[in-house]
T-cell receptor, first 113, second 115 residues
Framework: DVKVTQSSRYLVKRTGEKVFLECVQDMDHENMFWYRQDPGLGLRLIYF???????EKGDIPEGYSVSREKKERFSLILESASTNQTSMYLCASSFDRLNTEAFFGQGTRLTVV | AQKITQTQPGMFVQEKEAVTLDCTYDTSDPSYGLFWYKQPSSGEMIFLIY??????QNATEGRYSLNFQKARKSANLVISASQLGDSAMYFCASRGITGANNLFFGTGTRLTVIP
């Protein structure tokens, strides 16, 4: 069974904390993505990576950074968490082919207080 | 870049009836793929169906079919014989040959199946 695993299902952090969200895939996918999901806004791309140590900004990268040191692992970092970063975060991975779907993790619901 | 528009925030359907969820897309890529995902209340994203821009026939997967009208840039999802378990959020997405095959999503449609 293919798997994308996010390290936490629920997280509560304080304003100003540095937050790490981890994602691991076991499918040898080239592409990995971090999305943010908010009601009425759908899924918005924060960052993606198409290879180890390679990253590209998505639509809403401000306040976030990423790290991909190994092919299977893609980390999202909130440098200084703020309340407007309270959201559901979804990690996904896919092969680098047009006609293949992305596989998603179970999501991390982050609350910043 | 690609843009997906889902104009129906919410839809209701009677159990056992068919329902169509609308999706229009805008892309400048000559080749692209269209996807539908289901997100139940538990939160996981479940891939349902795929349509390639050069596919001659509309995609079907069990009770799901994709009504692909390339000239109109629409990729509507049709669910036949709705079941209570179909109640969920449904997202349309596209990916093209530019931009590292990014997957762009619409805002989703919440489908409620009424017994």
């Amino acid at each position: 069974d293919v798997k994308v695993t996010q390290s936490s299902r629920y997280l509560v952090k304080r304003t100003g904390e540095k937050v790490f969200l981890e994602c691991v895939q076991d499918m040898d996918h080239e592409n990995m993505f971090w999305y943010r999901q908010d009601p009425g806004l759908g899924l918005r791309l924060i960052y993606f990576s198409y290879d180890v140590k390679m990253k590209e900004k998505g639509d809403i990268p401000e306040g976030y950074s990423v790290s991909r040191e190994k092919k299977e692992r893609f980390s999202l970092i909130l440098e200084s968490a703020s309340t407007n970063q309270t959201s559901m975060y979804l990690c996904a991975s896919s092969f680098d082919r047009l006609n293949t779907e992305a596989f998603f993790g179970q999501g991390t619901r982050l609350t910043v207080v | 870049a690609q843009k997906i528009t889902q104009t129906q925030p919410g839809m209701f359907v009677q159990e056992k009836e068919a329902v169509t969820l609308d999706c229009t897309y805008d892309t400048s890529d000559p080749s692209y793929g269209l996807f539908w995902y289901k997100q139940p209340s538990s939160g996981e994203m479940i891939f349902l169906i795929y349509q390639g821009s050069y596919d001659q026939q509309n995609a079907t997967e069990g009770r799901y079919s994709l009504n692909f009208q390339k000239a109109r840039k629409s990729a509507n999802l049709v669910i036949s014989a709705s079941q209570l378990g179909d109640s969920a959020m449904y997202f349309c997405a596209s990916r093209g040959i530019t931009g590292a095959n990014n997957l762009f999503f619409g805002t989703g449609t919440r489908l409620t199946v009424i017994p």
